[in-house]
């Protein structure tokens, strides 16, 4: 099948891909709360007759070719954020106070797309398609349950595939990255513990808000003088709380932040910065420090051959002045790296804005929208991944 062949094939389920965008858009869920959109998928598989299996709230559709080959897999997230929508969208939400404001239904929507050319296909296709709608990327993070439950096994995955829209480009163009494309994300929790005085008497004290503000302009040198500038790294501390007076010695400072780092080898070494710093700090100052590093996200770090062919199709697709090179790494977090730490994986931007409006508003905004016309982008990018090298 040629490329003018399979856009004639996507372009005719245009009109469905985007009702399926508008359902979801009117019913957005949190994470393992997505209830209502795991039905509507269901019941999207079941009208194109693609066999499916659930657990939690995510479903997992697998389509069977006719010959054999390759199982490849494409990821769609499907939870959205506690936000209130503004009046004025034809389609809504339904759920106040909650809204798909970083695209998660366009995403579902282009999978379940890419599943009804696929299957429509499936007695020419070699190997086998599993779609991989993934709950609660925006919150505990879904998709390692879903490969800790053997999502990506029974059958093997052998190449993987996810797509985020993106506002900062306009419809029609196809960026992607290789190597690093997000950052890990861990969440620092540090407890600095002195001794409670009178304010009056500060000798009769240690305080533990010094000691905490010493802490954090500490940590702040390891970005600056133990991580190469060639390299992606951040430390940040958001939240702060101690002291019970203004004139009382505080006794006890809790601290909470994030570490983004864009490699493992990055990330353990900020783990044992932070944590040497911290409590060499304290003990200097008299005090006591508990360092809590609680893993998140990995890196989601694209293989080098699966970007050249998401490259490759999309310029052959779209033509090369529409496929862009991301410069360097988000600091952003993804949970596509679970997926692609088990398979060779590639995650692929693909824009979403009228050029007219840009700038437009960044995803996580209320005010965020899209142009439904790069839903048949990323379907078709989708089909054609699959098909290039299962035939």
């Known amino acids: 099948m040629n490329d003018q062949q399979l856009k004639q094939l996507v372009e005719a389920e245009k009109d469905w891909i985007i009702a399926m965008r508008r359902k979801l858009h009117r019913i957005p869920e949190g994470g393992f709360k997505e209830f209502k959109t795991q039905q509507a998928i269901m019941a999207a598989l079941e009208e194109i007759g693609v066999p499916y299996t659930t657990e939690r709230t995510w479903v997992i559709g697998l389509i069977e070719g006719a010959y054999p080959g390759e199982t490849v897999a494409i990821r769609a997230d499907m939870d959205a954020l506690p ?11 339904e759920h106040e106070g909650m809204m798909h404001a970083c695209g998660h239904d366009a995403h579902t929507a282009m999978a379940l797309g890419a599943a009804k050319v696929l299957n429509g296909l499936k007695s020419q296709l070699h190997g086998k398609v599993k779609f991989l709608f993934q709950p609660a990327e925006e919150t505990d993070g879904g998709a390692e349950p879903m490969v800790q439950a053997g999502a990506m096994e029974n059958p093997h995955v052998d190449r993987v595939y996810g797509l985020h829209v993106m506002p900062h480009l306009p419809v029609g163009k196809v960026e992607t990255r290789t190597g690093t494309l997000n950052a890990s994300t861990d969440e620092i929790q540090l407890t600095i513990r002195g001794k409670a005085g009178h304010g009056a008497y500060p000798e009769q004290g240690t305080d533990a808000i ?20 060639l390299q992606s790294a951040v430390v940040t501390i958001g939240k702060i709380e101690g002291g019970t007076a203004q004139n009382i010695i505080c006794d006890e400072v809790r601290m909470q932040g994030t570490l983004r780092t864009a490699n493992a080898d990055l990330r353990r070494m900020m783990k044992e910065r932070i944590t040497q710093i911290t409590q060499n700090v304290a003990a200097a100052m008299g005090c006591t420090a508990q360092v ?10 694209n293989d080098a051959a699966e970007a050249e062919r998401v490259r490759r199709i999309a310029t052959r697709l779209f033509g090369p002045e529409n496929v862009v090179e991301k410069p360097a790494p988000s600091m952003g977090g993804e949970d596509f790296s679970f997926f692609s730490d088990c398979a060779p994986g590639e995650f692929f931007h693909v824009g979403c804005v009228d050029p007219a409006w840009m700038p ?24 054609a991944l699959v098909l290039d090298g299962t035939k």
């Open 292 to 301: 809590d590093i609680v893993p998140g996200y990995a890196a989601l770090v």
């Open 83 to 93: 936000l209130t929508e503004p009046e004025g969208c034809p389609f809504r939400s």
């Open 210 to 229: 010094l000691c905490a503000a010493q802490v954090i302009t500490a940590l702040q040198s390891i970005v600056s003088r133990n991580v190469s500038p």
């Open 360 to 383: 437009a508003p960044p995803l996580h905004s209320r005010d965020f929208h899209l142009n439904e016309d790069c839903l048949t982008i990323g379907t078709l990018m989708h089909v």
